[in-house]
């Protein structure tokens, strides 16, 4: 059974920066591609980044040049890096695992943008 873990999250103020981790627990994780999303109040969650079991990654438009995925398959571990953080980007964001139809989640960790 596959089992994820966020840290990372707090209070930051407008273009600080922040790195998430997640940790992933269980067989063969390392080849199954891994995503990061976050929803904001209020809205509904939307996909922010998303890495193969490969390196090979994908970021959304939004977010693309500010936030970096990445992983480390010798710890299990995929990191979103994020810089020049704004109010807007206030969610909780989730780490989530891709495997066969299935997409597994996180608890979610929190991060806010405020002076």
């Known amino acids: 059974q596959v089992h994820l873990v966020e840290s990372g999250g707090g209070l930051v103020q407008p273009g600080g920066s922040l790195r998430l981790s997640c940790v992933a627990s269980g067989n063969n994780v390392n080849q199954n591609d891994m995503a990061w999303y976050r929803q904001g109040p209020g809205k509904r969650r939307e996909f922010i980044a998303r890495?193969?079991?490969?390196?090979?990654?994908v970021h959304d438009a939004s977010v693309k040049g500010r936030f970096t995925i990445s992983r480390d398959n010798a710890q299990n571990t995929v990191y979103l890096q994020m810089n020049n953080l704004k109010p807007e980007d206030t969610a909780v964001y989730y780490c989530?695992?891709?495997?066969?139809?299935?997409?597994?989640w996180g608890q979610g960790t929190q991060v806010t943008v405020s002076s």
């Open positions: 890495v193969s079991g490969s390196g090979y990654t």
């Open positions: 989530s695992i891709f495997i066969g139809a299935q997409n597994l």
